[in-house]
């Protein structure tokens, strides 16, 4: 008897375990993994390894006083052609270095501030606070969804932050289902085509490796507007449906 009984505990066991294997198989069927940069996690999509997250002790980074300079901000803030009424979502806000400049120009809408770490959403909501703007909502994301409504947003930022996704596939479809049918997604990145460009190798793109990553996800490239010093300006729209 307890010959059988561990026989059949044996069973389940190894049942369960293939199951598990299934599991984790169907999860990482997108991604290859393997030894790669010394910034880089390891995991792998399309050719391209996935950068480390900077946490939130990198704040003044984002924050410093070089930045408008660098990547021309302004620019960048202009060639998203804000109306009033427009509904922003910045994916990866970090301190809300764009959602504060972006604010401004959306006063009759609203700016999602989007970010994976609650410290950074912290460091908003004191800003928000403090200055008393009332058209921005910090939400709260995972490494697989931004959490927000299908068809709510007009436009969708993501400034130097799309390459350090751990689930790029998972992210993507869950923008493509925020974004309204006619809406744009802008992808800012460090060109990886310019080596003069004083950016890590592996937290840069190029323009080639980001249209196959985002066709993939049934978004097509409308136009990469090249008046940025170091980034593309890559805007995406979704692809038409044939039915």
């Avoid at 069973?11 to 993994?33: E, H, M, P, R, W």
């Avoid at 030894?35 to 003044?60: L, S």
């Avoid at 009759?108 to 703007?133: H, S, W």
């Amino acid at each position: 008897m307890k010959k059988i009984s561990f026989l059949l505990f044996l069973f389940t066991a190894l049942l369960l375990s293939n199951v598990c294997i299934g599991q984790n198989l169907n999860i990482d069927k997108n991604y290859t993994f393997k030894t790669g940069d010394n910034n880089g996690i390891g995991k792998w999509y399309m050719g391209r390894e996935i950068a480390y997250v900077m946490g939130f002790q990198g704040i003044n980074w984002l924050e410093r006083s070089e930045r408008e300079k660098e990547e021309n901000v302004s620019n960048l803030i202009q060639n998203m052609r804000i109306k009033s009424n427009d509904i922003i979502a910045d994916i990866g806000a970090g301190s809300g270095y764009h959602v504060f400049r972006i604010a401004p120009l959306a006063k009759k809408g609203l700016v999602y501030a989007v970010d994976i770490q609650r410290e950074m959403l912290m460091t908003i909501e004191k800003t928000k606070e403090f200055n008393k703007i009332r058209n921005v909502e910090t939400i709260l994301g995972s490494e697989k969804s931004i959490y927000l409504p299908k068809n709510s947003v007009d436009k969708i930022l993501m400034v130097d932050v799309y390459h350090e996704f751990n689930f790029p596939v998972e992210m993507i479809a869950s923008m493509k289902n925020a974004l309204k049918p006619n809406g744009e997604l802008f992808l800012i990145e460090y060109r990886a085509e310019d080596s003069n460009v004083p950016i890590k190798k592996i937290h840069k793109m190029t323009e080639k490796q980001a249209v196959k990553e985002m066709e993939a996800a049934g978004f097509k490239l409308k136009r990469n507007i090249e008046n940025l010093p170091w980034q593309h300006c890559m805007v995406f729209i979704k692809k038409r449906s044939l039915n």
